[in-house]
């Protein structure tokens, strides 16, 4: 189901109740049920990344072996990024680190030390404004080639991945990130790290969805989160679980 073939239904109905009313007299009142309809499933195809609606999304890998791969949304920031690098070294396990353009400056330091270790930088747009989702084609242009141009003047890479900040999909966002050739990677495993009260909450709640080919998206905003990382690396570890990077998983490139 995606928002083409939606619509493509949803007008037919619309002109099925229309030809009802002409021939046969029956109410158009029946006109609010395909409207309601179309804007819950536009409200859900928006929120949930995973539905492809807008756009084809990236969000697991179709796998038996257990693999798995780590995101880090919203950084880099020097309070709580280094200390995420200097779990995920301990663990020997890489991620991808979908950052903010806006929190580049001042932060090169640290967006050098993701990709010296070897972790890959992902585009989740400059502004991450909670009002991002009403921009134009060309605002979400903007917000893209923003974060990009910053990202290369620092590790002289071009990204080829954006994940929608909310995880909310547009369809002028869908058209500005295939006018710029990004590949669109959401998740499967939200650990709603940001707004869940304790690590151990955290945890348990990526521990209970881990399977093969998952993605589990994290955010390098807190401490909180680094504890959780800490138990669903030992989790995995302990349930034969391996950490591979989200190139890898997917394989995909990250950088064009
Ligand atoms: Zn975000």
Redesign the pocket.
């Known amino acids: 189901m995606t928002f083409k073939s939606t619509r493509t239904s949803v007008l037919l109905i619309i002109s099925l109740i229309a030809l009802l009313h002409v021939f046969f007299g029956s109410s158009l009142v029946w006109l609010v049920l395909p409207a309601v309809v179309f804007l819950l499933l536009i409200a859900y195809g928006s929120i949930t990344i995973q539905a492809n609606f807008f756009t084809p999304a990236l969000c697991c890998a179709d796998i038996v072996d257990k693999y798995i791969a780590l995101s880090f949304?919203?950084g880099p920031n020097q309070q709580y990024t280094p200390e995420v690098l200097s779990t995920l070294a301990q663990y020997n396990a890489p991620a991808t680190f979908f950052v903010?353009g806006k929190n580049i400056l001042g932060n090169e330091s640290i967006l050098q030390q993701i990709d010296v270790a070897g972790h890959s930088i992902g585009n989740?747009s400059y502004s991450?404004s909670f009002f991002i989702d009403f921009k134009s084609v060309q605002g979400f242009k903007h917000e893209l080639q923003q974060t990009e141009d910053s990202v290369f003047n620092v590790i002289g890479k071009r990204m080829t991945l954006f994940r929608p900040?909310?995880g909310v999909t547009t369809p002028h966002l869908a058209q500005a990130a295939k006018a710029l050739n990004y590949t669109i990677v959401g998740w499967n495993i939200r650990s709603f790290d940001t707004t869940t009260k304790s690590a151990q909450a955290i945890a348990q709640r990526v521990q209970s969805q881990i399977k093969p080919g998952a993605i589990i998206l994290f955010?390098d905003t807190s401490v909180k989160t680094i504890q959780a990382l800490k138990q669903t690396l030992d989790f995995a570890k302990h349930n034969g679980y391996k950490v591979i990077s989200i190139e890898q998983l997917l394989k995909i490139n990250v950088y064009g």
């Open positions: 949304d919203d903010i989740h991450h900040p909310y955010h």
